[in-house]
């Protein structure tokens, strides 16, 4: 059910700009407005006015004067929630926003609670809810790549994909309950072949759409890069040359580096989350001993790996260092750095070069982290093996853990409904399976919903959104 309350909040950033904007939505949203705004032209009355309209005047407390405003008027069903929506366009001191509100409040409305406004977009019928959490993913974007996907999922593309799904396997199960319906008559309205047909090429689509949640949601909160090696490599220099400032302490004592340092560069619209771990070697210190633990784990959860090697070092203690790293790692991206290439010599270089054979999830780079040599070749790689050249603007990526357990839970689903028309379980059976399908696609855009889910999702939202 809808509260029928008209909600108010400031909608603009809190603290003090030059302007802010306070938004009021509900069935008396226009009339509250009236009684506290005066217009220029005295005779004029908010209630009286064509909706998507602008109107200058002042905002009165009695005979007391709050501020000149804009009014803009949205009606119902033409607005962002689907109700009548009335937004104030004031001065932004914080003094001022706070004697608007509590005039609103004064006069019948009250405060919105977190995510309100677009919750009752949702249930209004305005978005699904896919689309509403992707409102939240667009307010939080920090970069480029972020921004792009969940513009696309406020638009609909991922809306599109689910709705698309579903029809296939409402169709399909209207053939499978017909066929019940008719059953002492043993009838069969579905081609059993085609529905195996049909239902495999639904599984890749779901599987695709699972698989990408990896990369959209590495997009969403920046893509994991775990820098490894041995202590004093120059991994905490190669930080702080990427960052551009001394993020990490940088000394030739060996084991400086006890905890994982993490910060966030953002290159050409794509936001990178580098991990700057502790030393890997056999040590006593149980201090230290705990930072190259959690080195491993970050290793785990990397996507891109930058193992640097000291070039300086002997040739076999590299070739072994390498050698466990790849032991480690699974499907991530492994950039082997070689450091102090000024040091190192072009010798050295081609007898790496030389004993290394690149797997196809490898590439090499030699560098100067300390004097910056080359450093743009790596920012390349970087930009390479983070996979986002490789989304094409079409292209459905999954960036919320809901929906991509909701997915998850679907193609398990769906490989049981392809299992029972591979083996000709009873049709009773095989309807229920496909219901499973519809029932977590259905949880995805809001078709199947709880007080409990939404609750969950909009308590999130930032008040006055």
Do not use: W
């Not at 072949?193 to 699972?210: C, D, F, H, P, S």
């Not at 302490?249 to 905890?259: K, M, N, Q």
């Amino acid at each position: 059910m809808i509260d029928q309350a008209t909600i108010c909040a400031i909608a603009t950033a809190p603290g003090m700009g030059a302007i802010a904007t306070i938004r009021l939505s509900g069935e008396k949203a226009i009339s509250i407005a009236d009684k506290v705004f005066h217009s220029k032209k005295k005779s004029k009355k908010l209630t009286e006015q064509p909706a998507n309209s602008i109107h200058f005047g002042e905002l009165l407390d009695g005979d007391e004067i709050i501020d000149e405003v804009l009014v803009n008027l949205f009606k119902a069903p033409h607005s962002f929630t689907g109700e009548d929506v009335v937004e104030i366009g004031c001065h932004g001191a914080v003094y001022i926003q706070q004697r608007i509100l509590e005039l609103l409040l004064k006069n019948g409305a009250r405060i919105a609670k977190p995510g309100e406004f677009t919750q009752r977009a949702f249930l209004n019928g305005k978005m699904d809810l896919s689309q509403a959490e992707a409102v939240a993913d667009l307010i939080a974007s920090t970069n480029a790549s972020a921004h792009k996907l969940a513009l696309s999922q406020m638009r609909g593309g991922f809306s599109k994909e689910i709705s698309r799904l579903r029809e296939q396997l409402l169709h399909f199960i209207a053939m499978v309950e017909l066929e019940l319906d008719f059953s002492e008559e043993d009838v069969e309205f579905a081609d059993r072949a085609e529905l195996v047909k049909l239902t495999k090429t639904i599984e890749q689509l779901i599987g695709k759409l699972a698989n990408s949640f990896q990369l959209g949601n590495a997009i969403k909160n920046g893509i994991p890069v775990s820098i490894v090696g041995e202590t004093n490599v120059g991994k905490s220099t190669l930080l702080n040359g990427l960052l551009n400032e001394e993020k990490a302490i940088v000394s030739d004592i060996h084991g400086t580096t006890r905890d994982v340092i993490e910060d966030v560069i953002n290159i050409e619209g794509t936001a990178f989350r580098f991990f700057d771990t502790a030393g890997i070697r056999e040590t006593a210190d149980e201090i230290e001993t705990i930072g190259i633990e959690r080195t491993y784990s970050k290793l785990d959860q990397a996507k891109i790996v930058l193992l640097v090697l000291d070039l300086s070092n002997p040739l076999e203690l590299m070739i072994q260092r390498l050698g466990k790293i790849r032991e480690r790692i699974n499907s991530q991206q492994l950039i082997i750095i070689g450091n102090k290439a000024d040091l190192g010599g072009k010798e050295k270089i081609n007898a790496l070069l030389a004993e290394i054979a690149l797997a196809e999830n490898e590439d090499i780079v030699f560098i100067s982290a300390k004097g910056g040599q080359n450093m743009e070749s790596l920012i390349e790689l970087l930009k390479e093996n983070a996979g986002i050249g490789q989304i094409e603007s079409d292209d459905v990526i999954v960036t919320n853990l809901r929906h991509y357990e909701a997915l998850k839970k679907t193609h398990e689903a769906v490989l049981r409904v392809i299992n029972g028309l591979e083996t000709g379980i009873s049709g009773d059976f095989l309807a229920q399976d496909i219901r499973e399908c519809l029932h977590y696609l259905g949880e995805i855009t809001g078709e199947i919903s709880t007080d409990e889910i939404l609750g969950h999702i909009f308590k999130n939202f930032c008040i006055g959104k």
